[in-house]
């Protein structure tokens, strides 16, 4: 199972139904739509700010990831963002990978580690 943030920030219409319903009844129906696309809530939290809750979630794909999410932005009570979220064994496999890549500070020079001098700014 892949792990996403959903941080969900509230339409007038969305933060209407939560008085009326309360904050259970949100995290009960996150949990459901979690549920139907094979998932799990592992956490639903209500916040202060720029988004009105953010909700971590186990769903098999990025496509139920993202089938959650069109779904609470279509029903039309919230906006919702989704960011994939990895763990530091996955950064770990990522940063093994082979990869071609020239940055553009690095013209000229062949692919490889960072200069010392970075490596030294990183490790601090």
């Known amino acids: 199972?892949?792990?996403?943030?959903?941080?969900?920030?509230?339409?007038?219409?969305?933060?209407?139904?939560?008085?009326?319903?309360?904050?259970?009844k949100r995290r009960a129906a996150a949990e459901q739509a979690a549920k139907s696309v094979g998932g799990k809530i592992e956490s639903f939290y209500f916040a202060f700010g720029d988004a009105d809750a953010f909700v971590v979630a186990d769903v098999p794909d990025h496509a139920s990831a993202s089938a959650v999410s069109l779904a609470v932005s279509a029903s039309g009570g919230a906006h919702c963002k989704t960011i994939v979220l990895?763990?530091?064994?996955?950064?770990?496999?990522?940063?093994?990978?082979?990869?071609?890549?020239?940055?553009?500070?690095?013209?000229?020079?062949?692919?490889?580690?960072?200069?010392?001098?970075?490596r030294r700014v990183f490790d601090s």
């Open 86 to 118: 990895m763990t530091p064994e996955e950064v770990d496999q990522a940063s093994k990978k082979p990869l071609a890549y020239t940055g553009p500070g690095r013209q000229g020079r062949p692919p490889g580690p960072p200069s010392t001098r970075l």
């Open 1 to 24: 199972m892949a792990k996403y943030l959903f941080e969900v920030s509230y339409t007038a219409q969305g933060a209407k139904g939560l008085l009326e319903r309360g904050g259970s």
